[in-house]
């Protein structure tokens, strides 16, 4: 599995949590021993910031877990890495929730995800994810268009990662294919491209359409994905919004998700028939 600097800070933080609880050390002694505020405790715990090594030995000896070191200097280490993404610094604020949700991805081992309002990212031709883009940031353009287009080609790696490629779960709203996208046959491309990734029978990447003949669902609320990991992380879900999304790690919330989600994908066109759907759509746009 690919190093996600993001990921070793999660696992680094909730490691630390499980010693500092498992050693009945409260938060507030844990910040009085490092000379530091709670929220910074808060901050190494939630894995928004990365303690250096002496900060990690003083942490360990107050919860008497000295064997612990190794393998948590070592996510310190990882954790401070650079990741392809920071040098999007301009369009993914470090530590926003964006952020966070693709540095959490790079490193995940399956995404899960519900669209209402546009087809994935990682499922999106270059024309449709310039034609989303256009229409969500109308007052964008030149040098920092391309850029964004750049960004969003370069997060599709991980379907490329070796030997570990994620696995990815698409289920897409009947009303996200019949929505036109701007520009000449770009909305047939994409259709056309998803028949692909279909026909190809990729086993790590399925896709499933919700349509309007099922009538009302338990995903009426909008957009989401939901990241697993083998590292024995616990999920996280990140609900979609103009404003940049929300990262959620609530382990109720994103059971609750992932049961509705469950349940629609077992109401979802696939196979042959998701096929036969697919083209009939594609061929009410222009080419």
């Known amino acids: 599995m690919a190093t996600s600097p993001v990921l070793s800070r999660r696992t680094l933080g909730t490691e630390l949590r499980r010693l500092?609880?498992?050693?009945?050390?409260?938060?507030?002694?844990?910040?009085?021993?490092?000379?530091?505020?709670?929220?910074?405790?808060?901050?190494?715990?939630?894995?928004?910031?990365?303690?250096?090594?002496?900060?990690?030995?003083?942490?360990?000896?107050?919860?008497?877990?000295?064997?612990a070191r190794e393998e948590l200097v070592q996510l310190a280490g990882e954790g401070k890495q650079a990741a392809w993404y920071d040098s999007y610094g301009d369009l993914l604020a470090p530590g926003s929730a964006l952020h966070r949700f693709i540095g959490l991805e790079a490193g995940a081992s399956m995404l899960r995800q519900f669209s209402s309002g546009a087809v994935p990212g990682l499922l999106q031709t270059e024309r449709y994810a310039r034609a989303i883009i256009t229409a969500s940031q109308p007052t964008v353009?030149?040098?920092?268009?391309?850029?964004?287009?750049?960004m969003r080609l370069e997060r599709k790696s991980v379907l490329r990662r070796e030997p570990d490629p994620l696995r990815v779960a698409a289920l897409i709203d009947e009303s996200v294919l019949r929505r036109p996208a701007q520009g000449p046959g770009v909305m047939?491309?994409?259709?056309?491209?998803?028949?692909?990734?279909?026909?190809?029978?990729?086993?790590?990447?399925?896709?499933?359409?919700?349509?309007?003949?099922?009538?009302?669902?338990?995903l009426l609320g909008g957009g989401f994905q939901i990241l697993s990991f083998d590292q024995g992380e616990s999920?996280?879900?990140f609900f979609e919004g103009q404003d940049g999304g929300g990262l959620q790690e609530k382990a109720d919330i994103v059971r609750a998700h992932s049961d509705r989600l469950d349940a629609a994908w077992k109401q979802a066109l696939e196979g042959r028939e998701l096929l036969n759907f697919l083209r009939e759509v594609a061929d009410t746009y222009d080419e």
């Open 235 to 237: 999920d996280v879900i």
């Open 188 to 218: 047939r491309e994409q259709i056309e491209h998803l028949c692909r990734i279909i026909e190809e029978g990729s086993s790590s990447i399925e896709v499933r359409v919700l349509p309007f003949s099922i009538g009302l669902h338990g």
């Open 20 to 67: 500092r609880e498992a050693a009945g050390v409260a938060v507030s002694r844990a910040a009085e021993e490092l000379d530091c505020s709670v929220s910074k405790i808060s901050r190494i715990e939630t894995g928004l910031s990365t303690p250096r090594r002496p900060e990690i030995d003083t942490l360990l000896r107050l919860y008497s877990a000295p064997g």
């Open 141 to 150: 353009s030149g040098e920092a268009l391309e850029t964004m287009i750049r």
